[in-house]
């Protein structure tokens, strides 16, 4: 799967180059020209690098990049026009990993955004991830992507489908998804939540474009997750 990033900029045109000069190494993007769209899209999607002009017009760019860092490690890259060096500073205090002032080389902006992933490595966020073809979970943030699409689980869903998916295509019983989920072993009453559990699930899934085959009903047996 290609890097995904996601590109801020109040100009049509400056997004326009920035995911142009990504895409010659690779790298997918998705625009934004507000704070306000970006933040909606970062909630939403998986990405693997943010570019973010300081200059938004609605919220600066140092206040998105430090909401962006109260969830997340994902590496950022800084542009703005203002050359100051108070500028930078400010930047780099809100959590920027990288600064390029405008106007600037879209092969150096491409070149530094390569070398970022790849000397950044896995961060911390990245190795507390698990990885199923197009699923993507987060456990220490309780989220789950399908192709980049935040599922929007509720924590009894998210814990559901980590149970499912770590049990690598084994057939989980009701009894063992209560004892796993819900820390029960008590079948009666307990059936009907994860049955209920698995059908709100498959709904989500369902609307993000997942297979209709990712949970399997097993009868007599109980249910096994299968990511293609």
């Known amino acids: 799967m290609k890097p995904l990033a996601l590109v801020v900029d109040d100009e049509v045109q400056m997004t326009?180059?920035?995911?142009?000069?990504?895409?010659?190494?690779?790298?997918?993007?998705?625009?934004?020209?507000?704070?306000?769209?970006?933040?909606?899209?970062?909630?939403?999607?998986?990405?693997?690098?943010v570019v973010l002009d300081l200059m938004l017009p609605d919220i600066t760019g140092t206040t998105l990049a430090k909401r962006i860092r109260t969830t997340s490690t994902v590496p950022?890259?800084?542009?703005?026009?203002?050359s100051e060096v108070d500028q930078r500073i400010e930047g780099f205090e809100a959590g920027a990993d990288d600064y390029l002032p405008k106007p600037?080389?879209?092969?150096?902006?491409?070149?530094?955004?390569?070398a970022l992933l790849k000397r950044m490595g896995p961060s911390s966020e990245r190795i507390d991830r698990i990885e199923r073809d197009e699923f993507v979970l987060f456990p220490g943030r309780g989220q789950a992507f399908y192709a980049n699409t935040?599922?929007?689980?509720?924590?009894?869903?998210?814990?559901?489908?980590?149970?499912?998916?770590?049990?690598?295509g084994a057939t989980l019983s009701v009894r063992e998804l209560l004892n796993l989920v819900w820390e029960t072993t008590s079948v009666?009453?307990?059936?009907?939540?994860?049955?209920?559990?698995?059908y709100r699930l498959r709904k989500k899934l369902a609307t993000a474009g997942a297979p209709a085959s990712s949970i399997k009903a097993i009868r007599g047996r109980g249910y096994s997750f299968h990511s293609k």
């Open 104 to 114: 600037f080389s879209p092969r150096e902006l491409a070149l530094r955004a390569r």
């Open 76 to 82: 950022l890259i800084m542009l703005t026009a203002l």
């Open 188 to 198: 009666q009453g307990g059936r009907n939540m994860v049955k209920t559990t698995i």
């Open 150 to 168: 935040n599922l929007g689980l509720t924590e009894t869903e998210f814990a559901t489908l980590t149970a499912l998916i770590e049990a690598d």
């Open 16 to 49: 326009a180059v920035v995911s142009f000069a990504l895409q010659t190494e690779g790298i997918e993007s998705i625009v934004a020209h507000s704070g306000t769209a970006a933040w909606k899209l970062f909630t939403e999607r998986d990405f693997d690098l």
